[in-house]
């Protein structure tokens, strides 16, 4: 029989308080893995495009994956189309222990789409949330949302998803228009609210930076769990107290779970940026970055982590005094603070030293002037080291003139536009891009003679 509320919030989720937010192409396995070992109780998988989900098998196999551990886990979609959600749904229903509709996403391919905190039809929402509902067959509907400016509104939103069927609601306490730089801080007090007027479980995001946060969150909105996003990636120890997680450690064990778990070097990479946030703030540490960019393989990744805690083990005065966001060494995994005002005042930035984006192009530009005009990338590997020199290449044969890759066969030794201009101007031929040699079609004009 199919549990609901209560009843499927404690038997299956197990009454859980510290809960991992679903996160595009960031809350994958290894991600889920990792955070589950640091307190999360429950997880949920990036958000999946219903409608791709359903016919593309490369999109489910690339980002779906899942093992026996990785329990309770719940399923997110995001779409517009009850029957189009409601097969994807189908197809993972005895892989996970609920469904939940993204009605939160607040970005500019949600707002093209027509889904997420960007489907105002409340009629097609009911008509998901119902379909879900009366479909599944083991597991129940969930939905997760963001506030609206008024109080009253939000309230009668969440009523009529628990009417259409939602088992719990999640709340982020931010608008749809709270997003990047005009996040903001999230209303609790919205959230408090909700919890007041529906039956069903409430859990609550945003606001949520270190364990203190989820602590003054339960207490002050009384919901039933707090989930965390952007707080997770920066510090997967989040919902651990009192545990400073060495951002070297949480690597190491990161890159174990991503080798018996394979996923994509574009998602290790986000997290790699994340989690060296602070670190990377400061012009000590700066070549990091072009390391971390241009990671292919686990490999790149193990020489990053030997090459990190060379920079901190020989930079340690500097790294024990210099603190991040959460007034923590930056030696260890700790939220960023985003947002502006109140934030700030809570969580003070200390950060001497720091290397701003316009001294390093200053930087960058002067020792290109200073050294013949050299490219950006000489540019950036003189500033690590200045004694660096750089031989020019051996095979100066790639190249055409106008400094393009030259066409492997080319009879002129040129790339393919500039060979085809050379023979038109030359009348001369190329077989390899099947250009013919033009050949004289027309004789003298001969002498005209007159009388």
Same mark, same amino acid.
């Given at each position: 029989?199919?549990?609901?509320?209560?009843?499927?919030?404690?038997?299956?989720?197990?009454?859980?308080?510290?809960?991992?937010?679903?996160?595009?192409?960031?809350?994958?396995?290894?991600?889920?893995?990792?955070?589950?070992?640091?307190?999360?109780?429950?997880?949920?998988?990036?958000?999946?495009?219903?409608?791709?989900?359903?016919?593309?098998?490369?999109?489910?196999?690339?980002?779906?994956?899942?093992?026996?551990?990785?329990?309770?886990?719940?399923?997110?979609?995001?779409?517009?189309?009850?029957?189009?959600?409601?097969?994807?749904?189908?197809?993972?229903?005895?892989?996970?222990?609920?469904?939940?509709?993204?009605?939160?996403?607040?970005?500019?391919?949600?707002?093209?789409?027509?889904?997420?905190?960007?489907?105002?039809?409340?009629?097609?929402?009911?008509?998901?949330?119902?379909?879900?509902?009366?479909?599944?067959?083991?597991?129940?509907?969930?939905?997760?949302?963001?506030?609206?400016?008024?109080?009253?509104?939000?309230?009668?939103?969440?009523?009529?998803? +628990?009417?259409?069927?939602? =088992?719990?609601?999640?709340?982020?306490?931010?608008?749809? &228009?709270?997003? %990047?730089? /005009?996040?903001?801080?999230?209303?609790?007090?919205?959230?408090?609210?909700?919890?007041?007027?529906?039956?069903?479980?409430?859990?609550?995001?945003?606001?949520?930076?270190?364990?203190?946060?989820?602590?003054?969150?339960?207490?002050?909105?009384?919901?039933?769990?707090?989930?965390?996003?952007?707080?997770?990636?920066?510090?997967?120890?989040?919902?651990?107290?009192?545990?400073?997680?060495?951002?070297?450690?949480?690597?190491?064990?990161?890159?174990?779970?991503?080798?018996?778990?394979?996923?994509?070097?574009?998602?290790?990479?986000?997290?790699?940026?994340?989690?060296?946030?602070?670190?990377?703030?400061?012009?000590?540490?700066?070549?990091?970055?072009?390391?971390?960019?241009?990671?292919?393989?686990?490999?790149?990744?193990?020489?990053?982590? +030997?090459?990190?805690?060379? =920079?901190?083990?020989?930079?340690?005065?500097?790294?024990? &005094?210099?603190? %991040?966001? /959460?007034?923590?060494?930056?030696?260890?995994?700790?939220?960023?603070?985003?947002?502006?005002?109140?934030?700030?005042?809570?969580?003070?930035?200390?950060?001497?030293?720091?290397?701003?984006?316009?001294?390093?192009?200053?930087?960058?530009?002067?020792?290109?002037?200073?050294?013949?005009?050299?490219?950006?990338?000489?540019?950036?590997?003189?500033?690590?080291?200045?004694?660096?020199?750089?031989?020019?290449?051996?095979?100066?044969?790639?190249?055409?003139?106008?400094?393009?890759?030259?066409?492997?066969?080319?009879?002129?030794?040129?790339?393919?536009?500039?060979?085809?201009?050379?023979?038109?101007?030359?009348?001369?031929?190329?077989?390899?891009?099947?250009?013919?040699?033009?050949?004289?079609?027309?004789?003298?004009?001969?002498?005209?003679?007159?009388?």
């Amino acid at each position: 029989m199919k549990l609901h509320g209560y009843d499927f919030w404690e038997q299956v989720l197990k009454s859980p308080k510290y809960i991992l937010a679903p996160m595009v192409d960031q809350s994958e396995l290894p991600w889920r893995i990792l955070s589950r070992r640091y307190g999360a109780q429950v997880t949920y998988t990036p958000m999946y495009n219903s409608a791709v989900f359903l016919i593309d098998e490369t999109y489910r196999n690339k980002l779906f994956q899942t093992e026996d551990s990785d329990r309770p886990l719940v399923v997110q979609f995001c779409g517009n189309d009850p029957q189009t959600v409601l097969k994807a749904a189908l197809m993972v229903e005895n892989c996970c222990d609920a469904i939940d509709l993204n009605l939160g996403c607040p970005q500019n391919v949600a707002k093209r789409g027509k889904y997420g905190a960007f489907l105002d039809d409340w009629d097609v929402i009911f008509k998901i949330v119902r379909s879900l509902h009366d479909n599944l067959k083991s597991i129940p509907v969930t939905a997760k949302f963001r506030v609206f400016d008024c109080v009253e509104k939000t309230c009668k939103y969440a009523q009529m998803l +628990e009417e259409a069927g939602a =088992a719990v609601l999640t709340v982020h306490g931010r608008t749809r &228009e709270q997003k %990047g730089p /005009m996040s903001g801080l999230a209303d609790w007090e919205k959230i408090a609210a909700i919890k007041k007027c529906v039956k069903v479980p409430v859990v609550a995001n945003g606001n949520i930076l270190c364990f203190k946060d989820i602590e003054r969150c339960l207490r002050e909105t009384k919901v039933d769990a707090v989930m965390s996003a952007e707080g997770n990636l920066h510090n997967p120890a989040l919902f651990a107290p009192n545990c400073k997680l060495k951002v070297t450690d949480a690597i190491s064990e990161y890159l174990e779970l991503c080798h018996t778990f394979p996923t994509s070097m574009s998602f290790i990479r986000a997290h790699i940026f994340k989690m060296c946030y602070h670190i990377l703030q400061f012009e000590k540490f700066l070549f990091l970055r072009e390391i971390i960019t241009e990671m292919k393989t686990l490999e790149d990744v193990e020489k990053l982590n +030997e090459t990190l805690k060379r =920079a901190l083990s020989e930079n340690e005065e500097f790294v024990l &005094e210099m603190t %991040g966001d /959460m007034q923590l060494s930056i030696m260890y995994c700790q939220a960023r603070v985003r947002s502006s005002g109140e934030s700030k005042d809570n969580y003070p930035k200390i950060r001497t030293n720091q290397f701003s984006r316009e001294d390093r192009k200053r930087t960058l530009a002067q020792i290109q002037s200073e050294h013949g005009g050299c490219s950006l990338r000489q540019a950036k590997q003189l500033m690590r080291n200045p004694e660096k020199g750089f031989q020019k290449s051996n095979r100066p044969w790639l190249h055409c003139m106008c400094r393009q890759p030259k066409s492997k066969g080319c009879a002129h030794e040129m790339c393919k536009i500039c060979c085809r201009k050379l023979c038109l101007e030359k009348k001369v031929g190329c077989e390899q891009h099947k250009m013919r040699k033009i050949e004289a079609t027309r004789s003298e004009p001969s002498e005209i003679k007159l009388g």
